[in-house]
């Protein structure tokens, strides 16, 4: 059962984020100042660290240098008020694996907190996953829900492209021109027939699209 | 009260001073010239007499003045001091002069006009008298003999020195060279004032948030009193974006975690309870998103006001792709459908941090309150001078008098409605900072609001 630390110093959210994450199946342990933090971390053997940066005693980016200082490599998720784009590129420079800004979606925060098991379970470097589909570009597989789903290599292509620019529109000039590679020719339909087959086998609503900027699966990111 | 321009009032005090001098010069000259006048005309008045004196030597002899001073009577035509060429001679040299002569005090010649001989004085020297309504100056010589005296006289009004024929003359070089003063003087007042002027063009072409000190060095000694001034106010208006940002993200901080607190909670509550308090806590989690929404959109107005704006070629199709991806991710799947015209790179120059806000805002704003219209389109169009980004939706519109309404602050279409009221309004003080303007207008191709975006050209 994997292990969570909870770093929140108001009460009311610490408690609702520890409650939310233990129904999910989380060990939550709840801290709300800077130095129990990072004493519970360098002793404790936690799989994720879910930080705020506005502690007592010691910041949160203190706690996190002190950390990665000590060769701690646990993965950390800061969980903040703190919005501006420096305040971020701190936190991630700090060491930080994510960034949240508050107020964070409790399902949004457990689909990152999963992102971050699975990147620690040694999944492969060029694995990539949207919501509920994992692509595996080495292996060639594909899967919706854990479960492998049977793609065409031009499906593939134009999926693999699409995972690759998550959130982005993709033109759909760029998703022919990542079949051309392969094809040297393709059919002017080719990429709407990859489309509405990958629609069919993940779901209509897993890729977006808008006329005149192309295609783009999203979700939360992972 | 507005003060009159400095340049004017150093002109017209200049004038007066200059006037002042004028005039001032004048009198004294004209003192100083009647002065030497006067001076010139007594030596005249000397030299007169002595002309009259040496021409009545031959005749002089004591025994006939004094018969002609005993029988008193002075006849023109036989009077032996003065021939009739000598009186022509005396009066072709001094026509303005008359005289008298007098033995022991008795008038024995006389020039026959002018003042009365009774009048004018018998005394040796230089003196003034009335007679005949003028004033009158004269010389009195006294001869070899001290009973003799040759006085000599003329009217005070030809001693003195008239201004009139004299400013006639000068009239027209004097106003051309007073014109020309005053041009050169004005041109001199402007040329010195123009350090000024560039200043002002200097702070103009300034953008919100460069502060940096002006350079001392740059400009002329007199204004170095007011550029420091100036620099102390940029040092203190530095200090106060410093602290409007630290508050700002103190707001952010203080208000955010209470609400991730009552959002946590509501989401919490949602899961774990049965279904009629599931929906109560859903409602919940919409006011409270609202209320997040709000903080949000309060924070990046007062953000703008310290946003540093930074010009450069932007490719604005995928400024607007961007913007529409996330506003897509946001909403629920076939919400909303979005088209952008034209589908390749346009390419403009501008500030994108800005540009994109305003876009966001104008997009967000679409789906707020057009959300059942379905449809948003974005058309990019650019020509020589402008770029224009319109959005329209198939909203329900708005009236063309709640326009201007609606680009204020907290002002929203209808009371109750749903958005924080603040969207539009970040969208006009985004675009005014990127040196651009913001208009609602009908869409022309049937229902729903059109929001324009402009944006003019500017140089590299």
């Not at chain 1, 200082?69 to 998720?77: F, H, L, Y």
């Not at chain 1, 479960?147 to 699409?162: D, G, I, N, S, Y």
């Not at chain 2, 051309?176 to 200043?199: C, F, G, N, Q």
Request: glycine fraction near 8%; include cysteine; charge should be neutral.
């Amino acid at each position: 059962m994997p292990r969570l630390l909870v770093a929140e110093d108001d009460a009311a959210l610490g408690s609702a984020m520890k409650r939310a994450l233990e129904l999910d199946g989380y060990v939550v342990d709840l801290f709300a100042r800077g130095d129990d933090v990072l004493e519970a971390a360098s002793v404790g053997d936690y799989d994720v660290i879910l930080l705020d940066l506005g502690m007592p005693r010691m910041g949160g980016l203190d706690v996190l240098r002190q950390l990665r200082a000590d060769g701690n490599a646990t993965p950390v998720i800061i969980v903040t008020a703190f919005d501006r784009t420096r305040q971020r590129v701190a936190g991630l420079d700090a060491g930080a694996d994510d960034y949240v800004v508050k107020p964070v979606d409790l399902e949004e925060l457990a689909a990152r907190i999963r992102s971050q098991l699975r990147r620690k379970d040694g999944r492969p470097a060029d694995s990539m996953s949207v919501g509920e589909v994992t692509l595996d570009v080495s292996g060639h597989i594909a899967a919706r829900s854990g479960e492998p789903v049977a793609l065409t290599a031009k499906e593939f292509r134009v999926l693999a492209l699409l995972m690759r620019r998550a959130r982005r529109f993709v033109s759909k000039a760029d998703l022919e021109g990542e079949l051309y590679d392969q094809d040297h020719w393709v059919e002017s339909n080719t990429v709407e027939v990859a489309i509405s087959a990958l629609r069919r086998k993940f779901g209509r609503d897993f890729i977006r699209t808008a006329r005149g900027l192309g295609y783009m699966v999203g979700g939360p990111e992972t | 009260m507005r003060r009159s321009s400095l340049s004017i009032r150093l002109y017209r005090r200049v004038l007066i001073l200059l006037a002042l001098t004028g005039l001032g010069m004048g009198a004294i000259l004209y003192v100083v010239a009647n002065r030497e006048i006067g001076r010139a005309s007594d030596a005249q008045l000397v030299n007169a007499s002595r002309l009259l004196y040496m021409m009545m030597q031959d005749d002089l002899t004591a025994g006939v003045l004094v018969a002609r001073g005993k029988d008193q009577t002075l006849d023109e035509g036989d009077d032996p001091l003065l021939s009739s060429q000598e009186r022509k001679a005396f009066h072709a040299s001094y026509d303005w002069c008359m005289f008298a002569v007098f033995w022991d005090g008795k008038p024995v010649a006389q020039s026959g006009w002018g003042a009365p001989v009774s009048l004018v004085p018998r005394q040796p020297g230089l003196h003034d008298f009335k007679a005949v309504g003028d004033r009158w100056r004269s010389y009195g010589l006294p001869g070899r003999d001290p009973r003799l005296l040759v006085v000599v006289a003329e009217r005070d009004a030809m001693r003195e020195f008239s201004m009139v024929p004299v400013l006639r003359k000068l009239a027209l070089p004097l106003i051309l060279l007073i014109a020309a003063s005053m041009v050169v003087l004005w041109w001199t007042l402007r040329k010195s004032l123009s350090e000024v002027e560039r200043l002002a063009t200097t702070l103009n072409a300034r953008s919100l948030a460069d502060l940096t000190p002006l350079a001392r060095g740059d400009w002329s000694r007199d204004l170095g009193p007011l550029i420091v001034a100036l620099n102390k106010l940029f040092v203190r208006l530095d200090q106060a974006y410093e602290l409007e940002q630290a508050f700002t993200d103190d707001v952010a901080h203080e208000l955010r975690t209470p609400l991730a607190a009552i959002r946590a909670q509501a989401q919490l509550l949602r899961k774990t309870s049965p279904v009629p308090q599931q929906e109560e806590a859903g409602r919940l989690l919409a006011v409270v998103d609202r209320a997040g929404d709000l903080i949000d959109g309060m924070l990046t107005l007062a953000r703008l006001n310290a946003t540093s704006v930074s010009t450069r070629s932007v490719d604005v199709h995928a400024l607007v792709a961007d913007v529409v991806a996330e506003t897509l991710l946001r909403l629920p799947p076939d919400a909303m459908e979005f088209s952008v015209n034209p589908d390749h790179i346009v390419r403009w120059r501008c500030d994108p941090s800005s540009l994109q806000i305003a876009l966001s805002a104008v997009i967000g704003n679409a789906t707020v309150h057009a959300r059942q219209g379905g449809q948003v389109d974005i058309a990019v169009v650019r020509s020589s001078d402008r770029l224009t980004i319109t959005v329209g939706d198939r909203g329900c519109g708005v009236d063309a008098a709640d326009r201007e309404r609606l680009l204020r602050r907290f002002e929203r279409g209808t009371a109750n409605g749903p958005g924080s009221g603040l969207g539009l309004s970040i969208a006009v003080k985004a675009m005014t900072l990127a040196g651009g303007t913001i208009r609602l207008e009908d869409r022309q191709d049937g229902p729903g609001l059109l929001v324009v975006l402009s944006l003019p050209a500017v140089a590299d």
